[in-house]
């Protein structure tokens, strides 16, 4: 009853600059935080990004000061706005939800299905 649908990856030029989107298609689910995460070949996936219901942001240390996530709760989409992209920035980016089911107090993770964002010299 939900799913996450990510856009916007693709080979950017270092020092350029991307935006991911991802649609949160939810039935009777409030989402509470959406981010980012992004995972390196043959590692886990790390946090990138994260914002919470109330407009909260945590960001990993690598990304601060040049990435941006931001979220339209009306129509629940969540980016990731890239900016002087590095070659480091290479790595398969996922979408990420917490969610709770309407009339539960419990909640669940869901993610998308990862875009590709290379990033060349």
């Known amino acids: 009853q939900i799913q996450l649908v990510e856009s916007g990856g693709g080979l950017v030029q270092a020092g350029g600059s991307a935006r991911l989107s991802c649609v949160v298609s939810?039935?009777?689910?409030?989402?509470?935080?959406m981010g980012w995460y992004r995972q390196y070949p043959g590692k886990q996936r790390e946090l990138v990004a994260v914002?919470?219901?109330?407009?909260?942001?945590n960001y990993a240390d690598s990304v601060k000061g040049r990435f941006t996530v931001s979220r339209e709760n009306s129509k629940t989409i969540v980016y990731l706005q890239m900016s002087s992209l590095k070659s480091e920035d290479t790595a398969v980016y996922y979408c990420?939800?917490?969610?709770?089911?309407?009339?539960?107090?419990?909640?669940?993770?869901?993610w998308g299905q990862g875009t590709q964002v290379t990033v060349s010299p």
């Open positions: 914002i919470t219901s109330g407009g909260s942001t």
């Open positions: 990420y939800a917490k969610a709770r089911r309407l009339g539960r107090d419990d909640v669940r993770e869901f």
């Open positions: 939810k039935i009777l689910f409030s989402i509470n935080d």
